[in-house]
Nanobody, 124 residues
Framework: QVQLVESGGGLVQAGGSLRLSCAASGRTFSSGAMAWFRQAPGKEREFVGWINWSVGNTIDARSVKGRFTISRDNVKNTMYLQMSNLKPEDTAVYYC?????????????????WGQGTQVTVSS
């Protein structure tokens, strides 16, 4: 089992920045993939970005490209989401997810492990 815990959410003004963290514990993995999703009230869970855990290459959703950056620290078993130039439409609960086998997918069903989520609110 892998446990994921997000942190770093909060309230920020439009144009501001936040950094989210996702700490993995339990049966950690040296390969596989992790991803960030978000879910706004009344909307479906939306893919934000993905990272190959061992190599570190990333794929970002078009809606956040150029504003959000995913990274990871293999030693700390932690993934990050650096968000800048935030917009009110970025307001959502942000979730991290993990797949023990390396695969890419924008569907939540791709990933078997999930964190509890952290709220990000961007005021205009």
């Amino acid at each position: 089992q892998v446990q994921l815990v997000e942190s770093g959410g909060g309230l920020v003004q439009a144009g501001g920045s936040l950094r989210l963290s996702c700490a993995a514990s339990g049966r950690t993995f040296s390969s596989g993939a992790m991803a960030w999703f978000r879910q706004a009230p009344g909307k479906e869970r939306e893919f934000v970005g993905w990272i190959n855990w061992s190599v570190g290459n990333t794929i970002d959703a078009r809606s956040v490209k150029g504003r959000f950056t995913i990274s990871r620290d293999n030693v700390k078993n932690t993934m990050y989401l650096q968000m800048s130039n935030l917009k009110p439409e970025d307001t959502a609960v942000y979730y991290c997810a993990a797949a023990q086998v390396l695969r890419f997918g924008t569907s939540p069903t791709t990933y078997e492990y999930w964190g509890q989520g952290t709220q990000v609110t961007v005021s205009s």
